[in-house]
């Protein structure tokens, strides 16, 4: 479970960089829209982030019975 939770939070913050990184060729900077932008952005990466360490965390490598 926690591998597709991280696996949807790595789409959703690839999907919200992207188009921040998009929109940040067409916004004029120093406008409240720019500054959104830079949120957006910010928040994108903070999600991808997140999804990273969610899946390396939970996901822990099984041990086989002959190591044991």
């Known amino acids: ?3 597709a939770l991280g696996k949807t939070a790595m789409t959703g913050g690839s999907l919200l960089t992207g188009m921040s990184l998009l929109c940040l060729l067409i916004v004029r900077p ?3 829209q720019f ?4 949120a957006s952005l910010a928040m994108g990466l903070v999600l991808i982030g997140l999804a990273i ?3 390396r965390c939970g996901v822990r490598p099984t041990r086989s019975k ?3």
Do not use: F, Y
């Open 53 to 55: 360490v969610m899946v």
């Open 1 to 3: 479970m926690i591998v």
């Open 35 to 38: 500054v959104l932008t830079i």
């Open 30 to 32: 120093g406008t409240a």
């Open 66 to 68: 002959e190591d044991s």
